[in-house]
């Protein structure tokens, strides 16, 4: 049985195949060992590098994380405003559980 890392163009993985389960393989693919695959599941890796070896890089753009960002921002900002009128913290929290 052999498996192979469906990537992108950047080596960001796609998908996992095996050739006993799958008939087709996309491409592009890389190769890899049983202990390359288990690897990079169990440390939540989602780079393939050509040699089949794999790490996990942050693919969040810089938009997704200003969006977070101001997400955090507005919820901050309303704490705020429900502590400012009066509420205490634990009302706070069971408002908007933080």
Known sequence: MTKYAHINSD???QGWYDSEMHTTIPTPN???TNEQWQNSINNNHNKINSDGSSEFVDTTTAEQKAEAQD???K???GKQKLLDLGLDED???ALIGA
């Open 91 to 93: 009302e706070v929290k």
């Open 75 to 77: 919820k901050a900002s």
């Open 11 to 13: 080596n960001i993985l």
């Open 71 to 73: 997400r955090i921002n």
């Open 30 to 32: 890389i190769e890899v």
